[in-house]
Nanobody
Framework: QLQLVESGGGLVQPGGSLRLSCAAS?????????????IGWFRQAPGKEREGVSC????????YYADSVKGRFTISRDNAKNTVVLRMNSLKPEDTAVYYC??????????????WGQGTQVTVSS
């Protein structure tokens, strides 16, 4: 079974930075490893729906960012290490949420066909 594990969350002051990692291991039911899939980062704040933040294609050649994080967050992947990294700069209090990675670029696709990690808490507060 393909497993995703997020790490790197924590408490940071506004304007600060964090580096989130999504480490993958194992195989999907179809027998594929994580380098076959696009990987998305999502977040869910208390009382709000889970939303897409960023996504990177399987090759790493194509990326997507939500408007709210464009210019501040950078996604990258190292398929040799089965790791996807989300670098977050200029953090704002509204970035506070639990951050998840998944083997899809939308919440719906991840729920239907993908795998989710357990999440890592990011809190931006002074």
């Amino acid at each position: 079974q393909l497993q995703l594990v997020e790490s790197g969350g924590g408490l940071v002051q506004p304007g600060g930075s964090l580096r989130l990692s999504c480490a993958a291991s194992g195989f999907t039911a179809s027998g594929f490893t994580v380098d076959y899939y696009a990987i998305g980062w999502f977040r869910q704040a208390p009382g709000k729906e889970r939303e897409g933040v960023s996504c990177i294609s399987a090759s790493g050649n194509s990326t997507y960012y939500a408007d709210s994080v464009k210019g501040r967050f950078t996604i990258s992947r190292d398929n040799a290490k089965n790791t996807v990294v989300l670098r977050m700069n200029s953090l704002k209090p509204e970035d506070t949420a639990v951050y998840y990675c998944a083997t899809a670029c939308t919440v719906d696709a991840a729920n239907r066909f993908g795998s989710w990690g357990q999440g890592t808490q990011v809190t931006v507060s002074s």
